[in-house]
């Protein structure tokens, strides 16, 4: 990003984003957002506010990926990444940004365009700290895919930190750079294999942190070129040419670090950011005190070549002495150069002589890698074990130093094993809170995808299935999604009655519900006819069931034979059963003799039974 210049006044200064973050002033402006210093009403302090473009803030895409990014650097704890406080979208406005800790000071591109090429020492000294950010990014599983001395920060507190980690990533996946085929990141820091197929992995911002300390060295990147595109393909095609091509004297082993770090081939850098700040290090440890002397720029190579050199001092003629003082002259002679001599020798011993070229170990098993060390006449120490996508279980991922990586003669190799591809399980969700699943998907390293829902004998708000299911193995970051439960849904209840039963169960059926039936007599409804329901109104829960009373018809009664029986007993008998009794007595001993209707003639309850009793 550049540092904004008088131009039209800024409609976003004095705005409030969200109700909380107003911003105050523009300080820096890039082709994908502006910077703003701002105030956060809430919390009454300064902080940095970068506002995406109009055209990226519009691709759902790109939203969805850049709170994604900036939840993971906000992850990132390290007192050399600046450190994002908040992520979002405008909603009056769509506007979408990112709330990062605001470093009062100047950019690392600042310090190259007042002061040029840097000492060596100074170089190395404001690389590491980058370096350990980056580290703390790689161990997280975190590519910068952006580093430039503008994202570089320098402190007036001389705190060092590294911006816009995740930024680069989601800009990448949004339909402006689909359309467009944008370059992301300045081209002149671009790994090759960023220029040729879009990849970037750890590897390709060791190189980009190569090309800052090439920079940093010689006051310019490497490549300048009419166009971005024929700097990109210098990055492909060529090359990088060591500093001291451009600068006097810089150290080799410094030399031979950038082109280590700046090789074509990815598998000939460093692995990550740590085994590059390893490197630097070991060759920071052995520089010489010349090496933050003033830098001399050699002319370009399309000039004539001419150095400067130090100055001869004036030749003084010496009046001619006798032989002896000749004699004593020439044995300190020879005595400066034998001294000059074993200088020189442990000058060699200290700078490379007791040195020697780290083996890989790289893919091996733990027991193969100790016994190649052990034969180059190395020691080994395991490390801390790390996830790894291409390298299997149990096989060396990393090494420091890193292959060919200087390594004092004797000294020790550390190795890192793989534990194989990172993957998290999905934990069980069903039952539990929408807000309950998020925590434990966030907790496992998972995200929530889409929620739907649906109505479910459930209570209404948890989780009722997963997509994955529980159990399921998956990258970090990927996403679940979740089905939540709107509760049991209500319908209205039909009223069915006076319909015939097959009418009457279909109606309920296609409502939602399921009947019973209850097969009652009724001297008013006929049969087959629903007499009564329960519920008869209102709603119920779908699925519920609805109780019919359907009709038998009216209740029909055999009547018995009372003949030859007392007539106290036959009217007791006939009345028991619901029958009425007309009696008609002729006197003598009180038998029935005769019965209308007679028996085993069906009637209804309430039919009167006439006897004749004499």
Do not use: C
Not at 219 to 232: E, F, K, N
């Amino acid at each position: 990003m550049e540092r904004p210049t008088e131009t039209a006044p800024d409609l976003l200064v004095g705005r409030l984003l969200d109700g909380r973050y107003r911003l105050d002033s523009p300080i820096a402006r890039g082709g994908m957002a502006t910077v703003y210093t701002a105030t956060d009403t809430r919390l009454d302090r300064t902080v940095a506010v970068k506002v995406m473009r109009p055209a990226l803030a519009e691709d759902p895409d790109f939203v969805a990926r850049f709170a994604r990014e900036a939840r993971a650097a906000a992850r990132l704890h390290s007192p050399e990444v600046v450190a994002v406080h908040d992520q979002g979208t405008d909603a009056e406005t769509g506007t979408a940004y990112l709330v990062m800790e605001y470093v009062e000071g100047r950019t690392l591109r600042d310090v190259i365009r007042d002061r040029g090429a840097l000492p060596p020492a100074r170089a190395l000294t404001l690389l590491e700290p980058v370096l350990r950010a980056l580290a703390a990014a790689h161990d997280a599983g975190i590519v910068h895919r952006d580093v430039k001395p503008e994202n570089v920060l320098l402190g007036d507190d001389g705190r060092i930190k590294v911006a816009d980690f995740g930024l680069a990533r989601a800009v990448e996946t949004s339909n402006l750079t689909a359309t467009t085929g944008l370059l992301i990141g300045t081209v002149a820091y671009l790994a090759p294999e960023q220029v040729e197929h879009g990849t970037a992995d750890t590897r390709t911002d060791v190189y980009a942190a190569g090309i800052l300390l090439w920079e940093m060295l010689t006051g310019t990147p490497p490549y300048d070129a009419d166009s971005p595109l024929s700097v990109a393909y210098r990055h492909v095609h060529d090359d990088v040419p060591p500093p001291s091509q451009v600068v006097a004297g810089i150290p080799p082993a410094v030399d031979a670090l950038v082109l280590r770090a700046t090789r074509r081939d990815p598998a000939a850098r460093p692995v990550d950011a740590g085994a590059f700040l390893a490197e630097l290090e070991a060759v920071r440890a052995d520089l010489p005190a010349t090496a933050d002397t003033t830098v001399v720029r050699r002319q370009p190579a399309h000039h004539t070549q001419v150095l400067e050199r130090p100055a001869r001092l004036p030749v003084v003629a010496a009046p001619a002495g006798p032989p002896r003082r000749r004699r004593t002259g020439l044995i300190a002679a020879v005595v400066v150069a034998l001294l000059a001599v074993l200088a020189l020798a442990g000058g060699w011993y200290l700078g490379t002589g007791r040195y020697t070229s780290a083996p890989s170990v790289l893919t091996l098993t733990e027991k193969a890698a100790r016994a190649k060390l052990t034969t180059a006449g190395l020691k080994w120490k395991p490390g801390a074990q790390v996830f790894d996508e291409q390298i299997p279980l149990g096989a060396v991922a990393r090494q420091d130093p890193v292959p060919n990586g200087r390594v004092r003669k004797g000294g020790t190799v550390t190795y890192v094993l793989s534990k194989g591809p990172d993957r998290r399980a999905v934990p069980k969700l069903i039952g539990s809170t929408q807000e309950i699943a998020t925590q434990a998907l966030t907790s496992v390293g998972l995200a929530v995808g889409t929620v739907t829902s649906e109505y479910n004998q459930a209570q209404a708000g948890t989780v009722i299935r997963t997509s994955p299911a529980s159990g399921q193995k998956l990258r970090p970051g990927a996403t679940v999604t979740l089905v939540v439960s709107k509760g049991v849904e209500m319908l209205p209840i039909p009223d069915v009655r006076t319909k015939q039963q097959g009418d009457a169960v279909g109606i309920l059926r296609n409502a939602g519900f399921a009947a019973t039936i209850e097969m009652v007599f009724s001297d008013t409804v006929p049969s087959g006819v629903v007499i009564d329901q329960s519920p008869n109104s209102g709603q119920a829960a779908r699925g519920s069931t609805v109780a019919l009373r359907v009709s038998k018809g009216p209740e029909l009664i055999a009547v018995p034979d009372v003949t030859q029986q007392p007539q106290d007993a036959a009217v007791a008998q006939l009345e028991s059963l619901g029958l009425k009794t007309r009696v008609i007595s002729i006197p003598g001993p009180g038998i029935v003799r005769q019965q209308s209707p007679g028996a085993g003639t069906k009637v209804r309850k309430g039919t009167t039974v006439t006897l004749y009793v004499f």
